[in-house]
Protein backbone atom coordinates (compact mmCIF):
# COMPACT_ATOMS: atom_id res chain seq x y z
CA UNK A 1 0.00 0.00 0.00
CA UNK A 2 1.37 3.48 -1.12
CA UNK A 3 -0.66 6.41 0.24
CA UNK A 4 2.05 9.43 -0.57
CA UNK A 5 0.54 11.42 -3.73
CA UNK A 6 3.15 11.39 -6.58
CA UNK A 7 5.51 13.70 -7.26
CA UNK A 8 3.37 14.71 -10.18
CA UNK A 9 0.39 15.76 -8.35
CA UNK A 10 2.41 17.25 -5.36
CA UNK A 11 4.13 19.52 -7.88
CA UNK A 12 0.62 20.26 -9.81
CA UNK A 13 -1.03 20.98 -6.14
CA UNK A 14 1.80 23.97 -6.11
CA UNK A 15 0.84 25.14 -9.19
CA UNK A 16 -2.20 25.81 -8.28
CA UNK A 17 -1.78 27.42 -5.37
CA UNK A 18 0.81 29.90 -7.15
CA UNK A 19 -1.83 30.41 -9.92
CA UNK A 20 -4.70 31.45 -7.71
CA UNK A 21 -2.17 33.97 -5.62
CA UNK A 22 -1.00 35.23 -8.92
CA UNK A 23 -5.18 35.62 -9.70
CA UNK A 24 -5.87 37.23 -6.35
CA UNK A 25 -5.70 34.81 -3.68
CA UNK A 26 -8.09 35.45 -0.79
CA UNK A 27 -9.31 38.74 -2.60
CA UNK A 28 -10.78 35.58 -4.98
CA UNK A 29 -13.75 34.96 -2.18
CA UNK A 30 -14.34 38.72 -1.33
CA UNK A 31 -15.06 39.40 -4.95
CA UNK A 32 -17.16 37.14 -5.57
CA UNK A 33 -18.93 37.40 -3.26
CA UNK A 34 -19.43 41.17 -3.89
CA UNK A 35 -20.41 39.91 -7.75
CA UNK A 36 -21.28 36.18 -7.77
CA UNK A 37 -20.97 36.42 -11.80
CA UNK A 38 -17.05 36.35 -10.89
CA UNK A 39 -16.95 32.90 -9.58
CA UNK A 40 -16.37 32.40 -12.87
CA UNK A 41 -13.01 33.68 -12.95
CA UNK A 42 -11.73 30.96 -10.77
CA UNK A 43 -12.92 28.27 -13.87
CA UNK A 44 -11.06 30.10 -16.30
CA UNK A 45 -7.56 30.06 -14.09
CA UNK A 46 -8.20 26.66 -12.88
CA UNK A 47 -8.82 25.66 -17.08
CA UNK A 48 -5.43 27.02 -18.44
CA UNK A 49 -3.85 24.27 -15.55
CA UNK A 50 -5.94 21.51 -17.85
CA UNK A 51 -7.87 21.04 -14.35
CA UNK A 52 -11.17 20.20 -16.28
CA UNK A 53 -9.41 17.73 -18.43
CA UNK A 54 -9.00 15.82 -15.25
CA UNK A 55 -9.85 12.49 -15.96
CA UNK A 56 -9.90 11.00 -11.90
CA UNK A 57 -12.15 8.14 -12.31
CA UNK A 58 -10.09 6.32 -14.96
CA UNK A 59 -6.06 7.34 -13.96
CA UNK A 60 -4.80 6.96 -10.55
CA UNK A 61 -2.33 10.18 -11.11
CA UNK A 62 -5.36 12.23 -12.17
CA UNK A 63 -6.86 11.25 -9.23
CA UNK A 64 -4.00 12.23 -7.48
CA UNK A 65 -3.80 15.64 -9.21
CA UNK A 66 -7.30 16.14 -8.56
CA UNK A 67 -7.11 15.82 -4.80
CA UNK A 68 -3.89 17.81 -4.60
CA UNK A 69 -5.90 20.43 -6.61
CA UNK A 70 -8.88 20.37 -4.42
CA UNK A 71 -6.23 21.32 -1.62
CA UNK A 72 -5.06 23.82 -3.26
CA UNK A 73 -8.36 25.35 -3.83
CA UNK A 74 -9.36 24.92 -0.20
CA UNK A 75 -6.21 26.75 0.63
CA UNK A 76 -7.60 29.80 -0.62
CA UNK A 77 -11.04 29.62 0.14
CA UNK A 78 -11.59 29.42 -3.71
CA UNK A 79 -15.09 30.34 -4.21
CA UNK A 80 -16.13 27.54 -6.69
CA UNK A 81 -17.23 24.23 -6.78
CA UNK A 82 -13.35 22.46 -8.15
CA UNK A 83 -14.31 18.98 -6.19
CA UNK A 84 -17.61 18.91 -7.54
CA UNK A 85 -16.47 19.41 -11.22
CA UNK A 86 -13.64 17.02 -10.60
CA UNK A 87 -16.27 14.16 -9.44
CA UNK A 88 -18.44 14.60 -12.37
CA UNK A 89 -19.70 11.30 -13.67
CA UNK A 90 -18.32 9.51 -16.91
CA UNK A 91 -21.51 8.06 -18.07
CA UNK A 92 -23.68 11.60 -18.06
CA UNK A 93 -23.13 14.42 -19.76
CA UNK A 94 -23.24 17.11 -17.11
CA UNK A 95 -20.83 19.41 -15.62
CA UNK A 96 -20.36 18.20 -12.55
CA UNK A 97 -22.01 15.65 -9.49
CA UNK A 98 -22.77 17.19 -6.13
CA UNK A 99 -23.88 14.71 -3.34
CA UNK A 100 -27.26 15.30 -1.68
CA UNK A 101 -29.17 14.21 1.30
CA UNK A 102 -32.97 13.32 0.65
CA UNK A 103 -34.62 15.98 2.56
CA UNK A 104 -33.90 19.79 1.33
CA UNK A 105 -31.71 18.84 -0.95
CA UNK A 106 -28.86 21.79 -1.55
CA UNK A 107 -25.12 22.65 -2.93
CA UNK A 108 -22.52 25.80 -2.91
CA UNK A 109 -23.66 26.14 -7.04
CA UNK A 110 -25.54 29.67 -7.01
CA UNK A 111 -24.37 31.84 -9.85
CA UNK A 112 -22.99 29.17 -12.06
CA UNK A 113 -24.00 28.17 -15.68
CA UNK A 114 -23.27 24.74 -14.94
CA UNK A 115 -25.03 21.87 -15.55
CA UNK A 116 -25.42 19.30 -12.28
CA UNK A 117 -26.33 15.82 -11.76
CA UNK A 118 -26.93 14.39 -7.66
CA UNK A 119 -26.53 11.08 -6.25
CA UNK A 120 -27.70 10.81 -2.87
CA UNK A 121 -26.07 8.76 -0.05
CA UNK A 122 -28.41 5.94 -1.13
CA UNK A 123 -26.99 5.71 -4.40
CA UNK A 124 -30.04 6.87 -6.60
CA UNK A 125 -28.86 9.32 -8.74
CA UNK A 126 -31.22 12.44 -9.95
CA UNK A 127 -30.85 15.55 -12.86
CA UNK A 128 -30.68 18.61 -10.94
CA UNK A 129 -32.81 22.18 -11.81
CA UNK A 130 -30.30 24.91 -9.82
CA UNK A 131 -32.93 27.18 -7.59
CA UNK A 132 -32.89 30.63 -7.66
CA UNK A 133 -30.73 31.84 -4.18
CA UNK A 134 -32.72 32.64 -1.30
CA UNK A 135 -30.37 34.73 0.15
CA UNK A 136 -27.28 36.80 -0.63
CA UNK A 137 -23.67 35.62 -1.30
CA UNK A 138 -22.73 36.95 1.85
CA UNK A 139 -25.49 35.19 4.07
CA UNK A 140 -25.64 31.85 1.91
CA UNK A 141 -21.67 31.23 0.74
CA UNK A 142 -23.32 30.35 -2.42
CA UNK A 143 -25.16 27.48 -1.25
CA UNK A 144 -28.90 27.42 -2.86
CA UNK A 145 -31.26 24.56 -3.41
CA UNK A 146 -31.93 21.86 -5.64
CA UNK A 147 -34.73 20.31 -7.55
CA UNK A 148 -33.72 16.72 -8.10
CA UNK A 149 -35.39 14.63 -10.56
CA UNK A 150 -34.87 10.93 -9.74
CA UNK A 151 -32.95 9.22 -13.00
CA UNK A 152 -31.98 5.71 -11.43
CA UNK A 153 -30.18 4.11 -8.55
CA UNK A 154 -26.70 3.11 -10.32
CA UNK A 155 -24.98 6.26 -8.42
CA UNK A 156 -23.21 3.94 -5.73
CA UNK A 157 -19.80 4.08 -7.10
CA UNK A 158 -19.91 7.90 -7.37
CA UNK A 159 -20.29 8.09 -3.96
CA UNK A 160 -16.71 7.88 -2.75
CA UNK A 161 -15.34 9.90 -5.02
CA UNK A 162 -17.55 12.73 -4.69
CA UNK A 163 -16.69 12.17 -0.58
CA UNK A 164 -13.76 12.24 -0.69
CA UNK A 165 -12.75 15.11 -2.96
CA UNK A 166 -14.42 17.99 -0.84
CA UNK A 167 -12.56 16.32 2.28
CA UNK A 168 -9.28 17.16 0.26
CA UNK A 169 -10.71 21.12 -0.18
CA UNK A 170 -11.57 21.28 3.68
CA UNK A 171 -8.14 19.66 4.20
CA UNK A 172 -6.48 22.77 2.15
CA UNK A 173 -8.47 25.37 4.72
CA UNK A 174 -7.62 23.28 7.69
CA UNK A 175 -4.09 24.02 6.31
CA UNK A 176 -4.66 27.55 5.86
CA UNK A 177 -5.90 28.02 8.94
CA UNK A 178 -3.15 26.59 11.29
CA UNK A 179 -0.36 28.64 9.36
CA UNK A 180 -2.48 31.62 9.67
CA UNK A 181 -2.23 31.05 13.52
CA UNK A 182 0.98 30.23 13.89
CA UNK A 183 1.83 33.21 12.21
CA UNK A 184 -0.69 35.36 14.38
CA UNK A 185 0.96 33.90 17.60
CA UNK A 186 4.59 34.72 16.44
CA UNK A 187 3.78 38.67 15.92
CA UNK A 188 1.11 39.09 18.16
CA UNK A 189 2.31 40.15 22.05
CA UNK A 190 0.71 40.01 25.74
CA UNK A 191 2.16 41.02 28.59
CA UNK A 192 5.49 41.66 26.83
CA UNK A 193 6.25 38.55 24.84
CA UNK A 194 4.78 36.95 21.96
CA UNK A 195 2.02 34.31 22.44
CA UNK A 196 3.39 31.35 20.99
CA UNK A 197 5.97 31.54 23.99
CA UNK A 198 3.03 30.70 26.02
CA UNK A 199 3.01 26.82 26.79
CA UNK A 200 -0.92 26.61 26.79
CA UNK A 201 -1.10 28.06 23.25
CA UNK A 202 1.60 26.06 21.97
CA UNK A 203 -0.33 22.92 23.76
CA UNK A 204 -3.61 24.74 21.84
CA UNK A 205 -1.80 24.65 18.20
CA UNK A 206 -0.47 20.93 19.03
CA UNK A 207 -3.88 19.79 19.16
CA UNK A 208 -4.95 21.65 15.97
CA UNK A 209 -1.71 20.34 14.17
CA UNK A 210 -2.32 16.58 15.60
CA UNK A 211 -6.39 16.88 14.11
CA UNK A 212 -4.64 18.41 10.61
CA UNK A 213 -2.29 15.51 10.17
CA UNK A 214 -4.25 13.31 11.01
CA UNK A 215 -7.28 14.23 8.32
CA UNK A 216 -4.01 14.43 5.92
CA UNK A 217 -3.07 10.52 6.70
CA UNK A 218 -7.03 9.42 6.37
CA UNK A 219 -7.51 11.52 3.24
CA UNK A 220 -4.56 9.25 1.36
CA UNK A 221 -5.74 6.21 2.68
CA UNK A 222 -9.24 7.24 1.22
CA UNK A 223 -7.80 8.01 -2.04
CA UNK A 224 -5.49 4.84 -2.11
CA UNK A 225 -8.91 2.63 -1.65
CA UNK A 226 -10.31 4.55 -4.65
CA UNK A 227 -7.63 3.80 -6.65
CA UNK A 228 -7.27 0.54 -5.36
CA UNK A 229 -11.39 -0.20 -6.21
CA UNK A 230 -11.59 -1.29 -2.71
CA UNK A 231 -14.34 -3.14 -1.31
CA UNK A 232 -14.66 -0.64 1.25
CA UNK A 233 -14.05 2.51 -0.62
CA UNK A 234 -17.69 4.08 0.80
CA UNK A 235 -16.71 3.09 3.80
CA UNK A 236 -13.33 4.71 4.21
CA UNK A 237 -14.84 7.62 2.21
CA UNK A 238 -17.84 8.21 5.34
CA UNK A 239 -14.47 7.58 7.63
CA UNK A 240 -12.36 10.09 6.22
CA UNK A 241 -15.32 12.79 5.87
CA UNK A 242 -16.65 11.91 9.85
CA UNK A 243 -12.34 12.84 11.01
CA UNK A 244 -12.43 15.78 8.69
CA UNK A 245 -15.89 17.19 10.00
CA UNK A 246 -14.46 15.97 13.97
CA UNK A 247 -10.86 17.96 13.03
CA UNK A 248 -12.11 20.97 11.55
CA UNK A 249 -14.20 21.66 14.92
CA UNK A 250 -11.28 21.47 16.43
CA UNK A 251 -8.88 23.45 14.04
CA UNK A 252 -11.54 26.20 14.02
CA UNK A 253 -11.98 26.46 17.29
CA UNK A 254 -8.30 27.02 17.86
CA UNK A 255 -8.00 29.18 15.29
CA UNK A 256 -10.74 31.68 16.27
CA UNK A 257 -9.62 31.59 20.16
CA UNK A 258 -5.78 32.45 19.35
CA UNK A 259 -7.12 35.14 16.63
CA UNK A 260 -9.55 36.57 18.90
CA UNK A 261 -11.96 39.26 17.82
CA UNK A 262 -9.86 39.73 14.79
CA UNK A 263 -10.41 36.50 13.46
CA UNK A 264 -14.21 37.53 12.89
CA UNK A 265 -13.39 41.19 11.29
CA UNK A 266 -13.23 41.01 7.30
CA UNK A 267 -9.73 42.12 7.55
CA UNK A 268 -8.94 38.66 8.47
CA UNK A 269 -8.31 35.85 5.69
CA UNK A 270 -9.30 33.05 8.74
CA UNK A 271 -12.74 34.72 8.47
CA UNK A 272 -13.69 34.20 5.06
CA UNK A 273 -11.89 30.14 5.75
CA UNK A 274 -14.55 29.70 8.52
CA UNK A 275 -17.38 30.81 7.04
CA UNK A 276 -16.54 29.02 3.40
CA UNK A 277 -16.14 25.79 4.68
CA UNK A 278 -19.66 25.63 6.60
CA UNK A 279 -20.92 24.20 3.61
CA UNK A 280 -18.53 21.56 3.19
CA UNK A 281 -18.90 21.14 6.84
CA UNK A 282 -23.03 20.85 6.48
CA UNK A 283 -23.57 19.09 3.40
CA UNK A 284 -24.75 16.95 2.12
CA UNK A 285 -25.07 15.40 6.44
CA UNK A 286 -23.67 16.96 9.44
CA UNK A 287 -20.86 15.48 11.57
CA UNK A 288 -23.65 13.41 13.67
CA UNK A 289 -25.34 12.12 10.91
CA UNK A 290 -22.33 11.37 9.07
CA UNK A 291 -21.21 8.94 11.90
CA UNK A 292 -24.23 7.38 12.26
CA UNK A 293 -24.52 6.38 8.49
CA UNK A 294 -20.43 5.24 8.94
CA UNK A 295 -21.77 3.15 11.73
CA UNK A 296 -24.74 1.63 9.75
CA UNK A 297 -22.85 0.29 6.94
CA UNK A 298 -19.75 -0.26 9.36
CA UNK A 299 -21.96 -2.38 11.37
CA UNK A 300 -20.02 -4.77 13.55
CA UNK A 301 -17.13 -5.38 11.26
CA UNK A 302 -15.41 -1.99 11.51
CA UNK A 303 -13.40 -0.30 9.13
CA UNK A 304 -10.62 -2.18 7.79
CA UNK A 305 -7.62 0.75 9.01
CA UNK A 306 -4.72 2.01 7.84
CA UNK A 307 -2.81 -0.32 9.59
CA UNK A 308 -5.07 -3.64 8.61
CA UNK A 309 -4.30 -6.16 5.74
CA UNK A 310 -5.93 -4.17 3.15
CA UNK A 311 -7.96 -8.10 1.95
CA UNK A 312 -9.12 -9.12 5.45
CA UNK A 313 -12.70 -8.24 5.15
Do not use: N
Not at 14 to 19: G, I, L, S, T
Not at 21 to 41: I, N, T, Y
Amino acid sequence: MTIELCAEATEYGKQAVRALRAAGGDELVRWAEREPARRALVATVLGELGAWELEPRRDPVELEAAAALCRSTGYWATPYPVAERLARPVDSDVDGLVVVSDDEPAAAVAHLDLRWAAVTLDGSRGSVVVRPPGASARESAFVTALEVSPVDTGGGADLALALVLPCWTLLGMLDRAVELTRAHVLVREQFGKPLAEFQSVQFQLTDAEVERRGVDMLARYALWSIQAEHGDALIDALALRSATLEAAEAVFRVAHQLHGALGFCDESPLSWLSRYSLPLRRLPLGSVATEDLLARLAGRRGLTGLFSDPGEG
